[in-house]
């Protein structure tokens, strides 16, 4: 099977990776993939905007027993994992409790997921900058 | 920001939604693979939204 030369050299890939963190769908756009970043920064988008308008908590980083700290430290990952969608949030002061109710909960959750996507896109745009998809 | 009350249903479509086409987008080669599979991975969703309902449903009594 024929496979594209990978190149893994730092240089190549981690623009594109750091690009896709910080503006979900960057990444694609930076590797001339517009319609897939399109489609990227659209679904990412909207799960983060969804979770906002249901009034999903955002982490804090919270240690403790290992349940805690997987959920807390976790939690913060997958939210900071939206990059500036994250940035913005918290810079324009949301702070929403974690509050009972499962709109509120659905809230939190696609805030994770929307985190959790643009990891995926980060991988894909990796694998895309150092040759081994195209 | 405008409040938005979903309900479960809405909420896990929506999730199904964006998922599956993100999904799609990283896994194939081409754009006929990636619409395949995005609505693969949609069907597989709402097939077990559905089913685990009834299992709730059906196992709460």
Request: hydrophobic residues 50%; glycine residues 12%.
């Amino acid at each position: 099977m024929d496979r594209a030369p990978v190149n893994n050299s730092v240089g190549k890939w981690l623009p594109a990776v750091v690009l896709a963190w910080i503006i979900p769908g960057g990444g694609h756009f930076l590797l001339k993939r517009p319609g897939r970043g399109g489609l990227i920064a659209a679904s990412v988008t909207a799960m983060f905007l969804l979770g906002l308008m249901m009034r999903g908590a955002l982490f804090q980083p919270q240690t403790g027993d290992l349940l805690t700290t997987v959920i807390y430290v976790g939690g913060f990952i997958g939210n900071l994992m939206s990059g500036i969608l994250y940035f913005v949030t918290v810079w324009l002061g949301y702070n929403q409790p974690d509050v009972a109710g499962h709109v509120h909960d659905y809230g939190t959750k696609f805030l994770v997921a929307a985190g959790l996507l643009n990891v995926l896109a980060m991988v894909d745009a990796f694998e895309i900058a150092s040759g081994k998809k195209d | 920001m405008p409040k938005m009350n979903l309900s479960n249903f809405e909420a896990a479509v929506l999730f199904a939604l964006f998922t599956s086409v993100v999904l799609g987008i990283i896994t194939k080669k081409t754009d006929r693979e990636r619409v395949r599979y995005a609505a693969y991975c949609f069907a597989c969703f709402i097939a077990a939204i559905f089913g685990l309902s009834w299992l709730m449903y059906l196992g709460h009594g």
